[in-house]
């Protein structure tokens, strides 16, 4: 999972469809190289789409050069899921990949890692107008990752008041159609 991708695909402006294809992608992606394999069955039962619009989906992606695909085969000839790669250069708007664009992986990156990830929610979670003591709350009842996968559905539907429609999510223990963290 790529989070520095997720992010800056949250950035551009594209239709939804094609958004939330990239965002599966992103998130699908190895931090350093940016690939990743994920079927179009996969991608199609995340997004809430049927395979054949998310292979329009794919191939717009690649022409306005968010994404590169490689075709893959099997031994005998049968075919196998695409490898996409997702360009952080497109991404960026940097014509090269910088330190910036990748995150070195060790031992200690690793071990330093595990408490950014609520700042990150926290992050999020204030940049669309939710509440500090609300989010709290929910991490406590329902853990980091449900409420990370809430949030992200919380980002698609953009409502107006962002702390009623998490509790919903969450209450609910059905994920939204469209997206899932």
């Known amino acids: ?39 179009q069955g996969y991608l199609a039962k995340r997004s809430g789409m049927s395979r054949q619009n998310v292979n329009l989906v794919i191939n717009k992606l690649q022409e306005k ?16 899921s695409n490898m996409y790669t997702v360009l952080p250069c497109h991404l960026t708007g940097h014509t090269h990949v910088t ?11 690793i071990q330093k890692a595990e408490p950014k990830v609520p700042y990150d929610i926290w992050n999020i979670w204030f940049e669309i107008g939710g509440t500090r003591p609300l989010l ?17 559905s919380v980002l ?16 609910s223990g059905k994920k939204k159609r469209g997206f899932v963290a």
């Open 1 to 39: 999972m790529s989070i520095s991708r997720v992010h800056k695909v949250l950035d551009i402006e594209l239709p939804t469809s094609e958004k939330i294809i990239l965002i599966l992608l992103a998130d699908n992606a190895n931090d350093e190289s940016g690939e990743c394999w994920p079927s």
């Open 65 to 80: 050069g968010h994404i590169k695909i490689e075709h893959r085969y099997k031994e005998s000839g049968g075919k196998r």
């Open 99 to 109: 330190s910036d664009d990748i995150e070195s992986v060790n031992k200690e990156s």
């Open 136 to 152: 709290g709350r929910a991490i406590k009842k329902y853990g980091e990752s449900e409420v990370a996968q809430a949030i992200g």
């Open 156 to 171: 698609l539907k953009n409502p107006a008041v962002p702390d009623q429609y998490l509790m919903g999510v969450l209450k």
